[in-house]
């Protein structure tokens, strides 16, 4: 949440950095929902639905580190 709101109120060429943290931080996240999984700490619905909310999540930062990177946002 710190990442995505320096991300947000970031100058131009300070946004990538945040960004690359948020994106890092998702990997993360994913790796633990596939972790949890394995030693059946969540059941299959579970990590389903967790893993296409993260999924989601990873989408919208790359889209975000995109535009920032062509220079839009």
Known sequence: MEQTGQALYARQPLKEPHILKIIGTIQTVQLFIR????????????????????????????????SVRAGSN
């Open 35 to 66: 972790l949890a999984l394995d030693e059946n700490i969540i059941n299959e619905h579970q990590f389903f639905a967790w893993s296409d909310q993260v999924e989601e999540l990873s989408r919208m930062a790359g889209g975000w580190l995109a």
